[in-house]
């Protein structure tokens, strides 16, 4: 609901939509392909993955959020961070219940659930049932799929 001049009106559906596409949602492969690294234009759009302990984010401490390197929408938030072992950044659970989209993806062979930018559609990595917290989970993502903003940054 918005609040203006005068009394509170609720926002068509519609125009939420609109917004997305504006900030980032409707981005086309082109301006992805400008904006994005070579490395990371294959992880987040052509779903690859980046080897593992070479991530720029994978050993990093500070507080803050993490945002999809695509479009900056907010994923995941560094509290839930931990170290796995495993190479990659991850996290026992999305920054809000909309943070990320899941699916299936039976790709080479495998039975795994693809993590995936609720806004943009872009590849972030893979949940797996074998997180050492009490959500059980852990969100192994690429360190090239992420865009750390630190505790008070714009």
Known sequence: MLKGAGAPCFVPAFFWELLLMVEGKGMGENEMKKKL???????????????????????????????????????????SKFDSGTGWPSFDKPASGKSVRLEDDKSFGMDRVEVICPRCGSHLGHVFDDGPTETGKRYCINSCALDFKEKGEA
């Open 37 to 79: 690294s070579p490395e990371q234009y294959r992880v987040l759009r052509e779903k690859g993955t980046e080897p593992a302990f070479t991530g720029s984010l994978l050993h990093n401490k500070k507080t803050g959020v993490y945002r999809c390197a695509a479009c900056g929408f907010v994923l995941f938030d560094s509290g």
